[in-house]
């Protein structure tokens, strides 16, 4: 059978990470990379006698790829300190690792706001919907980004999970609300450094065209207030990334 390594990158979860770490018993090898972390992270991961790795990183695509390297499994399954995989998805999971037939796989994330599953209206700004969180090592690369940096596969493409990865978003809409701005405060630090502020007005008209995606292709309209206030923010994203990045921009030219 196929070596499964289990790789989190995490910024001091202590608070959840157990909760995450005991649901990955089913992988071979668990691998963390502390990132900056100053909290008790770290004993939660010595507990679970993962792989640890520390350090400081300001690109997420830079230390998910020290992750991948420092991971020794054929087969590799990305989590998040606040996602969780049930035992429906681990069965699934070692069936294909030992079937052996794909280079990589994708899985529905189930996105959980105030512990309820808010199925509709996702958009990638906020969280994705669907993932390709488990790859043979070496079939899956990361751009370099801060924040949702793109991804690029190598080879075939397995059937999509039927079950999805947990994800324990948001304990309450303010934690959704400073999920978007960090977001967008990343996103525009990349902006910055590759030149590529764009233009207003582009960014107000993505504004209504993302908003009509999220609320009705989406079906965010069937959420309630909360699929409102996701399309709202998944709406604003580009505007406001755009927006922040010329306020740095200023205020580095004005130094």
Known sequence: MKKLSALIVAHNEEAILDDCLKRLAFADEIVIVLDDCTDG???????????IIEGAWDIEGERRTIGIEA???????EIDADEWVEETLAQEITAVVTAD????????IHNYVHGRWVKHGWMAA?????RGSLFRK?????AMDRVHPGVSFDGKRGPDFTNGI???LADDISALVRRFNRNTTNRA?????RNELGRTRTMVRKTFSRFWKCYVSRKGYREGGVGLLISILSALYPLVAHLKAQELR????AI
């Open 101 to 108: 037939t794909a280079d990589f796989y994708f899985t529905p």
């Open 41 to 51: 992270t770290k004993k939660i991961a010595i507990t679970h006698s993962a792989k």
């Open 71 to 77: 991971s020794t499994g054929h087969w590799i399954l």
């Open 189 to 193: 630090l990349d902006l910055v450094e």
């Open 166 to 168: 947990r994800h324990n």
């Open 138 to 142: 070496g079939k899956k690369t990361w």
């Open 126 to 130: 906020l969280a994705p919907d669907l």
């Open 250 to 253: 200023d205020r580095s030219e």
